[in-house]
């Protein structure tokens, strides 16, 4: 029989991160690895990172002169998400902050950046370093969170659509809020369904009146998940009333 071929989304993962969201992460990738064909696409992955029968992917580990085992170039992936406009929202979210653009990203990284003229139409071309540092390079950082996880957010999401384009897979899964956009982008990119692991919401952090980037995120992801797997009954309860999403595609699994 085919084995059912799943890319899962993650956030945090062991050895390099071992609290409640990494350890549920990598139980839920083992016991996927068993049955299907699991392929796993961190922000930040350590060589001992290792799940048998699966491909863990951490983005501060790829080399974008390196060809993957599918004979494609990294480099030329990347290349079309060279630039970002200067006011990226979150996909219709209102309010969420500008994104800062990638001349701006590379003047913080102090990458330079060289301009030519093609066709009458200016644009910019950036080695495969500038590409590395600058975009890589924020993956490189020990933490994963702080005061622009939004950014981070985001650019994962690029990154794992660029990938996400050349691989094969049936089903996407997003763990926890931190993937949502990128589980978002990947199946409108693909056509294929995305099913969302609701770990912790903004609700248990702030509560019931906490609104915002978050809430707006995790509400967008819930609405365009196919499935929705909260750990628990209370927190599908949650995900349906204050969320207002479908209950007939919440489906309770217990960490």
Excluded at 221 to 237: F, H, K, Q, W
Aim: hydrophobic share 40%.
């Amino acid at each position: 029989m085919k084995k059912l071929k799943i890319l899962k989304l993650g956030w945090e993962f062991p050895p390099l991160i071992s609290g409640g969201l990494a350890i549920a992460c990598y139980g839920i990738a083992k016991a996927l690895a068993k049955k299907t064909d699991l392929t796993v696409i961190l922000p930040k992955a350590s060589s001992s990172s290792i799940l048998d029968n699966a491909n863990i992917i951490g983005l501060n580990n790829i080399d974008v002169e390196m060809s993957t085992h599918r004979k494609y170039e990294q480099e030329e992936v990347f290349r079309k998400y060279n630039a970002f406009a200067k006011t990226l929202f979150a996909y219709g979210m209102e309010n969420v902050a500008a994104y800062p653009s990638f001349e701006e990203m590379v003047a913080t990284s102090n990458v330079s950046t060289t301009t030519h003229t093609e066709s009458s139409t200016s644009s910019r071309q950036f080695s495969q370093t500038d590409i590395q540092k600058t975009f890589y390079g924020r993956f490189h950082l020990d933490k994963m969170y702080g005061e622009d996880v939004q950014q981070k957010v985001v650019e994962y999401a690029e990154y794992v659509a660029a990938l996400a384009s050349n691989l094969d897979f049936d089903i996407i899964h997003a763990h926890d809020w931190m993937t949502m956009l990128a589980g978002i982008k990947v199946k409108h990119q693909s056509g294929k369904p995305l099913v969302i692991h609701a770990h912790a919401l903004s609700y248990d952090r702030a509560g019931p009146e906490a609104r915002g980037w978050n809430y707006d995120l995790e509400k967008y992801g819930l609405e365009n998940a196919d499935a929705v797997i909260p750990v628990s009954r209370y927190t599908g309860n949650i995900i349906e009333r204050h969320y207002g999403i479908n209950p007939a595609k919440i489906f309770p699994v217990h960490n």
